[in-house]
């Protein structure tokens, strides 16, 4: 016994080492590797958990790594802040990287990457198909889930770990979001918000929310119907998808951005093998197969600091405060055998039959952004999703923007004043799930 949970350790700490995951948490899943917060949303007995995020180390870590960061010096491209790299994946894309989206691990800037010793695969990169994704169809879509109004409350989990981004934030549990009026039910409509009201000395941690749901996505189409998101000087919101093994399952990041971005970024993160592919067929009729500005080609989180293989919407308006002053909009992530695709319907231009619950995506629009499945085998690297949104504040994300994005102060300070937070909420009618 002793001897197995030495070798456990041993060979845990020669992962962190080699892949860079040092300030994760690891655990041991139904036989696979767990690195990332899902752990924590695992209670049974197939889990063990063999380590656990530590500050200490995370801290050491980032200080030991900053010389080499990727994140040096940051610029602004189409109003968004990007942190420019020197590293030789420059020449994958517009951006030289993109900022780190993920929210499932908490290693931040160049750790994966610059810490990484070995060229060979990871242990997990010979994969199984796992996820089995249905047929692509051009309508006749049957809805099978649909979370409006309380359901948020009662068919959702409410996450209390500590935030795996390092956000300044403390995430409540569903008592203390309801009783501290954090998620607010009326007429069907969902808040959620960022405490608002509480004076913080620089540093300490704000009250927030995030949630998952308890039924899982393989698959199909999902569609949330929001007035508003989170928006502001040191906000990060995202709504988002991850499997119960990440990065083995995925992670699919529908809304995200930060500070004062303008445009919505939609990323995925995987395990090694899935890219994006910028030369995939448009749909019939269309010209191009997806209009949004490629930033990173490889999806793999163990490379350009798990930047994930991003997308940023050409469209105006499509993330923070342009979005929720002309009315908020629909977000529609079709996934099937073709790939990933995702389309902002904003307000004003939603189709009629995604109104009518008739969803037909072969007359929609070119989407903002597509994974071809050719480059990435959608069936390998996705699969049984837990749907997610939260709000975190400053992290890995927000907090490493800050400085280039033309906020005031320093992103602590903005955290202390509750002022900050008058737009901080999530304003939900729906998320619709059909297959
Ligand atoms: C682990 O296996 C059990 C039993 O087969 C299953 O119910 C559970 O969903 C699995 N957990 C994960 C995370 O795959
Ligand atoms: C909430 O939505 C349900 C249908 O989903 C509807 O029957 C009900 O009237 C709505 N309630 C309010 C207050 O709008
Ligand atoms: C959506 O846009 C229309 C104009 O196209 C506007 O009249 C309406 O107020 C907007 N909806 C919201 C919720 O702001
Ligand atoms: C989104 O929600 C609004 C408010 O309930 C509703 O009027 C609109 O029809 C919904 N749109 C879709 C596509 O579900």
New binding site residues.
């Given amino acids: 016994m002793l001897q197995k949970t030495f070798f456990a350790l041993w060979f845990l700490s020669f992962l962190s080492n080699a892949y860079g995951f040092g300030s994760s948490t690891i655990c041991f899943i139904n036989g696979t590797f767990v690195i990332g917060d899902a752990c924590s949303h695992q209670s049974s007995d197939s889990q063990v958990l063999i380590a656990k995020p530590s500050t200490d180390s995370a801290t050491t870590h980032k200080t030991t790594t900053s010389a080499s960061s990727s994140f040096a010096s940051p610029t602004t491209v189409n109003n968004v802040a990007i942190k420019s790299s020197s590293s030789s994946a420059a020449s994958e894309s517009p951006f030289s990287v993109s900022p780190p989206a993920s929210k499932q691990t908490s290693s931040s800037s160049s750790q994966i990457s610059s810490s990484r010793t070995t060229s060979s695969s990871p242990p997990w990169a010979t994969l199984p198909t796992i996820g089995n994704a249905p047929k692509p169809k051009g309508s006749s879509f049957e809805l099978v889930t649909f979370y409006?109004?309380e359901d948020f409350v009662n068919n959702w989990d409410y996450f209390t770990a500590s935030d795996p981004t390092h956000g300044n934030v403390h995430y409540v549990n569903q008592q203390d979001a309801l009783s501290l009026g954090l998620v607010q039910v009326e007429?069907?409509v969902t808040t959620i918000k960022v405490d608002d009201t509480t004076q913080l000395s620089s540093g300490q941690n704000r009250n927030s929310v995030r949630i998952s749901s308890k039924k899982r996505v393989t698959g199909g189409l999902v569609v949330a119907n929001i007035s508003a998101m989170p928006t502001g000087c040191s906000i990060w919101p995202a709504f988002w998808l991850v499997g119960d093994s990440w990065p083995s399952h995925g992670e699919v990041d529908i809304i995200e951005g930060v500070n004062r971005q303008t445009r919505n970024q939609i990323t995925l993160h995987t395990l090694p093998g899935c890219t994006r592919n910028d030369n995939a067929k448009p749909a019939a009729g269309q010209s191009i197969a997806f209009s949004g500005t490629p930033l990173q080609v490889s999806c793999d989180v163990t490379v350009n600091s798990n930047s994930g293989c991003g997308i940023m919407s050409t469209q105006a308006n499509s993330f923070g405060l342009g979005f929720n002053q002309n009315g908020g909009g629909v977000l529609a992530m079709m996934w099937d055998t073709m790939g990933i695709r995702v389309w902002s319907f904003l307000n004003g231009s939603v189709p009629d039959d995604l109104t009518q619950m008739n969803p037909t995506p072969s007359k929609w629009p070119i989407p903002d952004a597509y994974w071809s499945a050719a480059t990435c085998p959608v069936d390998k690297y996705f699969a049984n999703m837990m749907m997610v949104f939260d709000t975190t504040l400053c992290g890995d994300f927000a907090g490493a923007l800050f400085p280039s994005s033309g906020c005031p102060g320093t992103c602590a300070e903005t955290v202390a004043d509750p002022t900050n937070f008058k737009n901080a909420k999530w304003i939900i009618n729906s998320v619709a799930v059909y297959n």
């Fill in positions: 409006q109004g007429k069907n």
